[in-house]
């Protein structure tokens, strides 16, 4: 239903999760997911067995979001999957408008529990109207938003880049005119007193 064009959202995917690493001393990654088994953690080797992957959005946590998600996640576990969340998504898709839907609070479809466990990092990308009902979220918005955060980052880390680039390249410049420099200051070299450029180095 979600990957339909007609009735559905139109996605090249049907589902979204989020691996977190769990133990960084045994490299333990785990699947967090709201599928029709409900809200549940899974190995992530069994679940790379049963799903291919179409996209997948790399970014770090600080060490106290990565415990908050925990949290959010360890108090969400066993909570049930919402099919009228789904039939909600497709209907909104098909009238181009949000249709409010009843929701009891131990349920939730994949798409909303992964935006609530992010909902830090991924809120500045919402409207208005999905940050006061984030429960209606649906999978081409939160998708939307992944995208313009990794860019983002990826903006950042291009910057940072840039700037560690010019500056190698600036005291490379340094570096090669030194001996010049230091022909025309022969007085500011003595044993007491390095050249700067050596002190720089």
């Not at 239903?1 to 001393?25: N, Q």
């Not at 880049?161 to 001996?179: F, H, N, T, V, W």
Request: proline content about 5%; aromatic content about 12%.
């Amino acid at each position: 239903m979600i990957k339909s064009r007609l009735l559905g959202i139109g996605l090249p995917f049907s589902h979204v999760t989020l691996e977190l690493l769990f133990d960084e001393k045994k490299k333990t990654y785990l699947i967090f997911e709201c599928s029709d088994f409900g809200v549940r953690l899974i190995n992530r080797r069994k679940f790379y067995r049963e799903n291919k992957i179409i996209r997948s959005f790399d970014f770090s946590l600080d060490q106290h979001r990565h415990e908050e998600i925990k949290d959010f996640i360890f108090k969400n576990l066993g909570h049930n999957y919402s099919v009228k969340g789904v039939l909600s998504h497709a209907t909104t898709n098909l009238f181009k408008k949000p249709i409010p839907y009843l929701k009891k609070g131990d349920k939730f479809n994949c798409c909303e529990v992964i935006f609530l466990c992010l909902k830090e990092e991924l809120a500045s990308y919402f409207n208005d109207f999905y940050q006061e009902y984030p429960h209606q979220i649906p999978p081409d918005i939160l998708y939307k938003a992944l995208l313009k955060m990794q860019r983002d980052h990826e903006r950042e880390r291009n910057k940072e880049s840039a700037i560690a680039k010019r500056l190698k390249r600036e005291l490379d410049s340094m570096q090669k005119i030194s001996p010049q420099w230091e022909e025309r200051t022969p007085l500011l070299r003595s044993e007491n007193n390095p050249s700067p450029f050596e002190s720089l180095q």
